[in-house]
């Protein structure tokens, strides 16, 4: 089945709000299975909302509508779908009362417009909205399947998850299954490369390439007329996956994220960690805290930012600086050295490099960034060139830390003996 994603609001076309709906509706819509096409974003105009939806239902089996189901006049996305539809709006006692509960809840006055918001289409499924006062809507006639949601993300989300996705999953023939290979340390057009005959052949399962900063996805994807049949297909293609990328492979879990992975290495081999930062500023230290449970591997994280601090507080010697530089090989070798002995931990990392905008020489331009990684006394730097705006910048130093602490670990027990066993 296709489906199509329509966005509304005015807010969303002038750049003030980033739609970041769409991006998690393809992605969902992915996961189930459902071919999208197009994507609109259109303004708070009715006769133009209603051109977009007409179009849509012409090209699609299910339509997505994110926003324009608020109170006030400009919010006109359940009157056009309506429209369109040719269905009438009544009031629907259900969602009065769940509008007069939230109010009430919070101690705040109704205003007549807020029960605008309880009108809905005749015929229609109206979904609940534990999170606010606007209730999902689903018309279903002639094959088409019209969703309308609320544009708040922290709305939709959880309207979408727990009520929209059984729903869709629902309307197809069979059973859709996906895992997902998540995978570090190779680029995203060396991984598109590693996999492009397995996409060319490709039927079912399938398999879907999403790049992340600094990660790739490889999402596989089977119908079959029940579960256990669909996973039995994809399971010899996660095989062959993991078999071409090895090591690069941090999970199949699409629950696990790269700092996680990182965490469960270091939590299996009773490692301790710290991390000191320069251009990340604490970015990496607070990936890792997001991971529960971190707390019985990571130790310590020094943000030493200037050259100053990186004197003071980590010792290294103003020669040393000045001959290389803050932002040089050595001094990320000296940086993940010296804060392993001042946390005491068996694993540091460390982060140096130029963020931009300003900054940069034709000696060491914007982008440049160098990684060192301490694993038991085994100290190994990595240098990089990243790409983009300041923030992506850093974000991509983030995720490459992660990596190679990742790798290095890996590397560090196929080499050598620790504590007295193999590993």
Request: aromatic residues 4%; glycine residues 8%.
């Amino acid at each position: 089945m296709t489906v199509e994603i329509i966005a509304v609001g005015t807010e969303i076309l002038l750049g003030n709000i980033v739609n970041t709906n769409a991006a998690y509706l393809a992605e969902k819509c992915a996961e189930l299975g459902l071919s999208c096409y197009h994507q609109d974003v259109v303004g708070d105009n009715e006769e133009r909302l209603m051109e977009t939806i007409r179009l849509a239902l012409t090209r699609a089996d299910i339509i997505l509508l994110s926003g324009g189901l608020g109170p006030t006049q400009d919010d006109l996305t359940k009157e056009a779908a309506a429209k369109v539809m040719g269905k009438t709006l009544y009031l629907h006692e259900p969602s009065k009362e769940a509008i007069r509960q939230f109010f009430a809840e919070r101690n705040l006055e109704i205003t007549e417009n807020n029960w605008k918001q309880a009108m809905v289409p005749e015929g229609a499924v109206v979904v609940e909205n534990p999170g606010g006062t606007a209730p999902g809507i689903i018309i279903a006639e002639n094959g088409k399947h019209v969703v309308l949601m609320p544009g708040p993300p922290g709305e939709l989300i959880p309207m979408f998850e727990k009520s929209i996705m059984p729903y869709l999953a629902g309307l197809a023939s069979g059973v859709i299954y996906s895992q997902t290979v998540k995978i570090c340390g190779v680029g995203e057009s060396k991984a598109e490369s590693m996999v492009e005959d397995l996409v060319d052949a490709q039927s079912n399962p399938t398999i879907a390439t999403y790049a992340k900063i600094g990660e790739v996805h490889l999402r596989v994807t089977a119908t079959a007329p029940d579960e256990k049949e669909a996973k039995k297909l994809v399971k010899p293609m996660v095989k062959e996956l993991k078999g071409r990328f090895g090591n690069h492979v941090y999970t199949t879990d699409s629950e696990v994220t790269l700092e996680k992975a990182v965490v469960d290495l270091l939590a299996a081999n009773k490692l301790t960690a710290c991390t000191v930062e320069s251009c990340t500023g604490g970015m990496l230290s607070a990936r890792l805290i997001n991971v529960p449970g971190v707390s019985e591997v990571f130790k310590s994280g020094y943000v030493t930012y200037s050259n100053k601090s990186k004197r003071k507080l980590l010792g290294i010697k103003k020669n040393i600086l000045m001959k290389h530089g803050a932002v040089s090989e050595q001094i990320a070798r000296e940086m993940a050295k010296t804060a392993a002995a001042l946390a005491r931990t068996d694993v540091s990392v460390s982060t140096t490099g130029i963020a931009g905008p300003d900054g940069g020489t034709p000696e060491k331009p914007v982008g440049l960034v160098y990684i060192g990684c301490n694993v038991c006394g085994r100290v190994t730097v990595k240098e990089c060139r990243f790409h983009g705006s300041r923030e992506k910048i850093r974000e991509s130093t983030v995720s490459a830390a992660l990596s190679l602490l990742r790798e290095c670990i890996l590397q560090y027990y196929s080499e050598v003996t620790f504590g007295g066993k193999e590993k």
